[in-house]
């Protein structure tokens, strides 16, 4: 069955970096699209990030373009999110979300969300 | 970006009973490719969302019949046909037509 198991959620200062995993199981990881999607109780839930299936190309929400970056390792069947000059706006729980692989795969599995806070 | 609202945010309901929750979006959902990339997703307390609907009205794999999904455009509703417990969750509607991809505040279903 279709697994994705984020890690790295920690709590980190404002302004420092934090990078978060994303292990996916159960499917062709490599065939698929996949995104970052992040939920707090103030603002919801948002999305933030995809790369294409190769990782050829990948694209992000204003609010986060040029502080995170979005990669996969193919041969690991792992994705991942690099998050730089993190701020107290930043504190959420993390969803790694599977994407498209032809058909009606977008947004149809998620895994189970990993929690950063920033705080001093 | 595509503002998602939902109403009610909140909605009380009697077991057995119907429930209906309105999406709207600021701008139309018909994709160039002529599909409409409208989604709905349940989230129960302490779990993470479930997809439930795809492209408007189409129901995944395990979902009971009872949930549907409907409208065109700028307008969509998310229908319960007769509600039950393990509904109690929040719903929210989710726009992938254009980026970046936004989803609604959310509406609570609960129990009266």
């Known amino acids: 069955q279709v697994q994705l198991v984020e890690s790295g959620g920690d709590v980190v200062q404002p302004g420092r970096s934090l990078r978060l995993s994303c292990a996916a199981s159960g499917f062709t990881f490599r065939n698929y699209g996949m995104h970052w999607v992040r939920q707090t109780p103030g603002k919801g839930l948002e999305w933030l990030a995809i790369?294409?299936?190769?990782?050829?190309?990948?694209s992000y929400a204003e609010s986060v373009k040029g502080r995170f970056t979005i990669s996969r390792d193919n041969s690991k069947n792992t994705l991942y999110l690099q998050m730089t000059s993190l701020g107290a706006e930043d504190t959420a729980v993390y969803f790694c979300?599977?994407?498209?692989?032809?058909?009606?795969?977008?947004?149809?599995?998620w895994g189970q969300g990993t929690l950063v806070i920033v705080s001093s | 970006d595509v503002v998602m609202t939902q109403s009610p945010l909140s909605l009380p309901v009697t077991l057995g009973q119907p429930a209906s929750i309105s999406c709207r979006s600021s701008r139309s959902l018909v994709h160039s490719d002529g599909n409409t990339y409208l989604h709905w997703f349940q989230q129960r307390p302490g779990q993470s969302p479930r997809r439930l609907i795809y492209k408007v009205s189409s129901r995944d794999s395990g979902v009971p019949d009872r949930f549907s999904g409907s409208g065109s455009g700028t307008d969509f509703t998310l229908t319960i046909s007769r509600v039950e417990a393990e509904d109690v969750a929040v719903y929210f509607c989710?726009?992938?037509?254009?980026?970046?991809?936004?989803f609604g505040p959310g509406t609570k279903v609960d129990i009266k």
């Open positions: 979300v599977r994407g498209y692989y032809g058909g009606n795969t977008d947004f149809d599995y």
């Open positions: 790369i294409w299936f190769d990782g050829s190309h990948e």
């Open positions: 989710m726009q992938y037509t254009h980026g970046p991809f936004t």
